[in-house]
């Protein structure tokens, strides 16, 4: 099965602190996800990337940056954490092509920002 | 902004009956694929179902998808505790590679 690794569950962050989530999936899907999840708001699309080194923004980048140098790995960025930054995030990741697969969802990250 | 929206917010079932759950969306899709995500947990790919395709079941679950209507359904038949969780509606655009545009999500509680 595709597993895909987020470094934290928790993470507890100061205002002002750059901020590294990373995630790792080791099945070489070509597509990666950067969601966040808030209560009444479900999902939303932060980053993706559908190959190395490249990255779209997704519905809410502002805040946010990301790196992916290896396919493996699609690291998300809080330039200047923000309060209003404290969610669930959740990576995820897809082989990519158009195929008829779901995607495989990360444990999740809950980042608190005080 | 969100394509999906489930109904009804929140179901409370008794353990053995059916839930059904909805999903409408706005454009034309790709796909629509159904997930559940257990409290504090990542989520989890239950099924998907093209645009060509009517009805499709996995075990207990049956999804089906109107085109004509914008909408999907999500049966879980002979319900059980375990699957007390949020579950997502999601679509994938025509076009739009496999980005997926999720819903706000339902909540079900299967009471024992």
């Known amino acids: 099965d595709v597993k895909v690794t987020q470094s934290s569950r928790y993470l507890v962050k100061r205002t002002g602190e750059k901020v590294f989530l990373e995630c790792v999936q080791d099945m070489d899907h070509e597509n990666m996800f950067w969601y966040r999840q808030d209560p009444g708001l479900g999902l939303r699309l932060i980053y993706f990337s559908y190959d190395v080194k490249m990255k779209e923004k997704g519905d809410i980048p502002e805040g946010y940056s990301v790196s992916r140098e290896k396919k493996e790995r699609f690291s998300l960025i809080l330039e200047s954490a923000s309060t209003n930054q404290t969610s669930m995030y959740l990576c995820?990741?897809?082989?990519?092509?158009?195929?008829?697969?779901?995607?495989?969802f990360g444990s999740g990250t809950r980042l608190t920002v005080v | 902004s969100q394509q999906g929206e489930e109904d009804p917010q929140a179901l409370s079932i008794q353990e053995g009956e059916n839930a059904t759950m909805n999903c409408s969306y706005k454009t034309s899709i790709n796909n629509l694929q159904w997930y559940r995500q257990n409290s504090g947990r990542g989520l989890v790919h239950l099924i998907l179902?093209?645009?060509?395709?009517r009805e499709k079941h996995s075990g207990r679950l049956r999804v089906t998808l109107d085109t004509s209507k914008k909408s999907s359904s999500l049966l879980i038949t002979a319900s059980r505790a375990a699957d007390t969780a949020s579950y997502f509606c999601a679509t994938a655009l025509t076009g739009a590679n496999s980005k997926l545009t999720f819903g706000k999500g339902i909540t079900l509680s299967v009471r024992p």
């Open positions: 179902i093209r645009s060509n395709e």
């Open positions: 995820a990741s897809h082989p990519g092509g158009g195929r008829g697969y779901g995607y495989t």
